[in-house]
């Protein structure tokens, strides 16, 4: 990156960035990324874990965002990640006869029919009796259940579907970097040529060199409009927090829709737990590690339990996670190419920035994006053709299913389902190494060798990386990854070339962060939320940021 004259510098390795990576890669130009912290560390791991077109859309009669992120949703499950991908049902209750079975039949029935024009892999809808619905989903109960209707989505770790895209747009011939942060951009005849940048694991500046520099990152697109001096996209955060319970704590077969005063809750199955969000309230605090505070968590709880015969309580919780949606106000129709949901402008300066959008949508964000970078480069540039690239771990993915016993593997079609045919390179270590095959800690299902293939395949720098994004032991074991933390820092440390000093520091981070975190969970509101976060530093800076 520092030696080479680019054609686009993308700052920010969330799905977005990551998105658009690959989409210039793949038309043959040169391009870098860099991201401040770990790939999708910010938005893009912190999601509702659904490729979905949004039903809740229509109501606001938005049908275009609906049949464009149905269309995307299909095209994930078919062919550009379907091992990542899978189908996920939901159940919307019922508690009114005759008017609201009419409703929302109506509404998922037009779902059903958008989804249906882009080659819908998923079945249609069904309506349920009482007791019909009661049979699959026991834990609604005797609360005036009248019926329900069912319809089906997909699923997806986000985390691992963004690093997905970043080794995908390696593959293609990208360069790509995390603990890079962008402290200024190249000027010259007041257009932007690139980005300054500091490598914050090594301490080292350096300049990358682009003719275009596509501005991806997110709730901090201002940040970086501000340093060529424009304001384009105007952009506000808004937190989303989830908490994570135990799988028999909701006796279901199938996920849960419930409508709330503001919007929807999801209760959405997660392999052994349930993931139960979102919440939807402005935040304008520090944007780096956002909190969650008690009475997040308690209006999630309330809600949920409206519906549950077996209400859950605090102590259910084994995790919980926040993120902020990057949301538009004052975006100019003039100056932007625009759909309902993001917008992408280029400036006076010919910065490009994205912002908006949803999770689902992210290759139409990351594909305008780069026709909003080609547009003058001058020459012929080739149309984006991300919809037929295939993510790695794709190819070969269905036939390794057919005889999963093979490969010789404990729970090979979990692994399959995360790590599609590189699953092969998983029994290639254990092979190797026979002990890589033990589970790294009792309450988990992670192996020893999916900690070591993080370090040595996906990019992982840090014990937090990989307990947080590239495993999700964070906010699925009761003690938020403590007792894995040692464990995984003495496979890691080898690898990553950590000495007694590194690896002490990295599980004294780690612990200092599950600490913080589970304290501003304690916090009233969000202003002491935030400052019980802050009091754990930064793993990449040693700061509180």
């Not at 690959?22 to 860099?34: C, T």
């Not at 049949?67 to 899978?86: Q, S, T, W």
Request: some cysteine.
């Amino acid at each position: 990156m520092a030696t080479d004259d680019l054609d686009i510098v993308v700052i920010g390795g969330g799905v977005t960035g990551c998105g658009a990576a690959l989409d210039a890669a793949s038309r043959g130009l040169s391009v870098a990324l860099i991201e401040q912290r770990d790939y999708s560390s910010g938005t893009s791991s912190r999601s509702s874990k659904l490729f979905h077109g949004g039903l809740r859309y229509l109501e606001h009669r938005n049908f275009s965002l609906v049949r464009e992120a149905l269309a995307e949703r299909n095209l994930m499950l078919n062919h550009v990640c379907p091992h990542l991908a899978r189908p996920v049902s939901f159940l919307y209750p019922l508690r009114h006869r005759f008017w609201e079975r009419l409703y929302v039949g109506a509404g998922v029935l037009i779902y059903d029919l958008m989804a249906s024009v882009a080659d819908n892999p998923l079945p249609r809808h069904a309506h349920l009796s009482r007791s019909a619905a009661l049979q699959i989903a026991p834990a609604l109960g005797d609360r005036g259940l009248v019926g329900a209707v069912k319809y089906w989505d997909a699923l997806v770790d986000d985390a691992r579907h963004t690093l997905t895209l970043a080794r995908t747009a390696v593959a293609h011939g990208a360069l790509l970097a995390s603990s890079v942060r962008a402290t200024g951009l190249v000027m010259a005849d007041g257009r932007v040529h690139g980005a300054e940048a500091i490598d914050l694991e090594a301490g080292r500046k350096f300049r990358v060199r682009a003719r275009r520099v596509i501005n991806a990152t997110g709730v901090w697109s201002d940040d970086i409009q501000a340093m060529a001096g424009d304001r384009g996209l105007d952009v506000e955060a808004s937190k989303g927090i989830h908490i994570v319970v135990p799988r028999d704590r909701i006796r279901s077969d199938t996920g849960l829709i419930l409508r709330t005063e503001k919007s929807v809750l999801f209760v959405i199955p997660w392999d052994r737990h349930w993931i139960v969000g979102t919440t939807d309230t402005p935040w304008e605090l520090r944007r780096a590690h956002p909190a969650a505070c008690r009475s997040d968590i308690d209006y999630l709880l309330g809600r949920v339990n409206t519906v549950l015969s077996e209400p859950l309580d605090h102590g259910d919780i084994v995790g919980v996670y926040a993120g902020l949606r990057p949301l538009l106000t004052g975006e100019s129709d003039d100056t932007s190419m625009l759909s309902r949901e993001h917008a992408v402008i280029v400036s006076d300066t010919g910065l490009i920035s994205v912002a908006g959008g949803k999770y689902t949508t992210y290759r139409i964000m990351a594909r305008d994006a780069v026709d909003a970078a080609v547009s003058d480069l001058g020459g012929r540039v080739a149309a984006s053709a991300t919809e037929q690239i295939a993510l790695v771990g794709a190819r070969g993915w269905a036939e390794m299913m057919e005889d999963p016993a093979r490969l010789g593997l404990p729970d090979p079609i979990r692994l399959m389902r995360r790590y599609g045919s590189e699953t092969a390179k998983l029994a290639a270590l254990v092979a190797s190494d026979p002990s890589l095959a033990a589970p790294l800690v009792g309450d988990a299902p992670y192996l020893r060798a999916e900690i070591a293939f993080a370090a040595l395949e996906e990019g992982a720098l840090h014990l937090d990386d990989v307990l947080t994004r590239r495993t999700r032991i964070s906010i699925e074991t009761a003690d938020r990854g403590l007792e894995a933390s040692s464990a995984a820092t003495e496979i890691l440390a080898p690898i990553l070339g950590w000495d007694d000093a590194a690896a002490f520091r990295e599980v004294a981070h780690y612990r200092a962060r599950v600490e913080a975190e589970r304290d501003s969970q304690r916090q009233p509101d969000d202003s002491t939320a935030d400052a019980a976060r802050m009091g754990a530093p930064d793993v990449r800076t040693g700061r509180s940021e």
